[in-house]
């Protein structure tokens, strides 16, 4: 009897402490790491790859067809500059928009250069400076190494109208 006393208070004593000490330890949150912006001279599989673009496709988007021909058509020649910021709203918007308008165009990869800023509007090779950038995303059009045009922010028609009117009028 006094064995099943004991090994009954023994296994008690132990139930105890196991629960004193876990309910004593500190239980601190997972670390949650805070996804950095894009910076820099990056690619479109960069910028569909950064935190809360994954699923930005813009198939809420389907732009006019005979304003994709007449870009297709005058696009050739043409280099676009496209400052976006991977935390802006209006960035997660229409840059989804313009990769689907850039497919359906055939504007090659190759004619887009992306640059990516921080908070700040800012890069580390003075393109921002350089190109006067107050606001993302800004799309700058480029032909013979002038620039024919540029969208800031929100287009004032639609997308496509506007890149059509300065692929035509440039």
Not at 35 to 42: D, E, H, N, R, S
Request: charged letters at 25%.
């Amino acid at each position: 009897m006094k064995n099943k006393c004991f090994i009954q208070a023994v296994s008690l004593f132990l139930l105890f402490i196991s629960l004193f000490v876990t309910g004593c330890t500190p239980q601190s949150p997972a670390p949650t790491a805070t996804p950095q912006p894009l910076t820099g001279k990056v690619t479109r599989a960069d910028v569909q790859g950064a935190a809360g673009w994954e699923t930005l496709k813009g198939e809420d988007y389907s732009p006019d067809a005979s304003l994709v021909k007449a870009i297709q058509e005058n696009a050739g020649d043409v280099k676009v500059l496209l400052f976006l910021g991977t935390w802006c709203g209006d960035s997660k918007r229409e840059v989804p928009h313009f990769f689907k308008l850039m497919d359906q165009a055939g504007i090659a990869e190759s004619q887009v250069e992306i640059i990516a800023l921080d908070r700040s509007k800012k890069d580390a090779e003075g393109l921002t400076e350089q190109w006067q950038i107050e606001y993302v995303p800004t799309f700058i059009f480029i032909k013979d190494g002038k620039e024919i045009g540029r969208i800031v922010e929100t287009p004032k028609d639609s997308l496509e109208a506007n890149i059509a009117a300065i692929l035509t009028e440039g």
